[in-house]
């Protein structure tokens, strides 16, 4: 049986599909095999896709909300209606898992969609009346303009709709760049704008590397809007690009998450869960648990307990509904996962399971995929590179703890802060981690301790409009 061609994408840029003058090749990571070619845009390209933004900027922006509401509740519509094609692809590109894909990312993004949709029906605007001065304060919330949207691979259409959709419900204009390994749901996404009624140049795609077309996005001075999921060095550099023009900045970093264990928890939730948190989607998720801090009277039986677990979680070809993972992105982050791994055992860690203990028995077509079982690793300590850096894979460590104080010094010992979870029945016990704890998403400038990880959730929104104020005088 011969092997389908090779899909080709293009850019689209003010509504028009536009062939790309340089590709890069994109590989499915259950095989192993290039099966995509991805436009590699030059800072030319960028810049038609920025025109395209400026030139619809005026007329979406003075659409009311509703108007605006009303076809991102129609793309909505259509994704879901094509659910099983986005899903498909989703995880052939990606490498997660077709289960995954179907009933997370996919209806993810389509609720990103509605919720905004939704949600800006509801802003109010503050006002203040000082009779004492005879005027009334108000503020008005305006677009920005063009926003520049760089989002990951490893939840590809769901995170690139939470950027576009609240940035363009709120009347501003886009040009994205999903990453160069993930783009093909972006693609289809696409070819449904001109149906759901989105105008030329409202949503501009560009594909290609960050050290090229996402340089000269966050580079580019008519973009006064950068939003950005990804690593914390990546963040730096964009910053520093950004600085000279002063730009509004979303940035959604990396994360190397606690979860904290009493003696008082229930093991069945809690195990069943920190499973799920650890491993789902192969570990590639900047909020899964990856040091766990058990309380020592009862670390043995956890410990024992949550790698027969982690046994059963199952690693294998994407497509096959009984996998809970499938591969991971690529080659190159197979073995830096592997490599940290590798460190562990150097440094006399024991490897309970997963890499280089459990064999994976895979399809003679899948053996050149980028695969890694559930991978529990204990007896690390705390300075370790392991312990320290964001592994973005299915590894995680687990270590003991004899007090509560010790508990908090140890989970706030890294330099990322994005999420933890705190176990055990003492209310009062959880209430009083969850002060300590330095966990929420590093936005903007503000220091990870100062934010909560629910306030995750309304970022995308945050800071998508002016704010200005006005003062009427009677």
Known sequence: MSKPSCLVLKNFIGGKFVPGRRHIESYDPSTGEVYCKVPDSSKEEVEAAVAAAKDAFPDWSARSS???????????????AHLEEFAQAESRDQGKTIT???????????????????SVLH???????????????????????????????????????????PAIVTGNTVVAKPSEMTSVTAWMMCKLMQEAGVPPGV?????????????????????????????????????ERCAPYCKKLSLELGGKNPAVVFADADLDKCIETTVRS????????????????VERSIYPEFLERFVVAAKKWKTGVPSDPANNNGALISKEHLEKVRSFVAVAKSEGATIHCG????????????????????????????????????????????????TEDEAVRRANGVRYGLAATVWSKDVGKVHRLAKQLQAGPLCGHTPPHLTRPFVLWLLPALRLVHRRHTTSWS
């Open 66 to 80: 509703e108007q605006r509401a009303k076809i991102l509740n129609k793309l909505a519509d259509l994704i879901e």
């Open 100 to 118: 995954f894909a179907r009933t997370v990312d996919i209806p993810r993004s389509v609720y990103n969609f509605r919720f905004f949709a939704s």
């Open 123 to 165: 802003h109010t605007n503050d006002c203040s009346q000082m009779d004492h001065m005879g005027c009334l304060n108000y503020t008005i919330r305006c677009p920005v303009g063009v926003a520049g949207l760089i989002s990951p691979w490893n939840l590809p259409l769901y995170l690139l709709t939470w950027k576009i959709a």
């Open 203 to 239: 949503v501009n795609i560009v594909f290609g590397t960050g050290p090229t077309a996402g340089d000269a996005l966050v580079g580019h001075p008519e973009v006064p809007l950068i939003s950005f999921t990804g690593s914390t060095l990546t963040a730096q550099r964009i910053t």
């Open 278 to 293: 650890s491993f789902s989607n192969q570990g590639e998720i900047c909020l899964c648990t990856s040091r766990i801090f």
């Open 355 to 402: 890499e280089g203990v459990d064999h994976l028995d895979l399809p003679q077509e899948n053996k050149s995929g980028y695969y890694m079982p559930a991978t529990v690793i204990s007896g690390v300590s705390d300075s370790s590179h392991v312990m320290q850096e964001e592994i973005f894979g299915p590894v995680t460590c687990v270590s003991p703890f004899d």
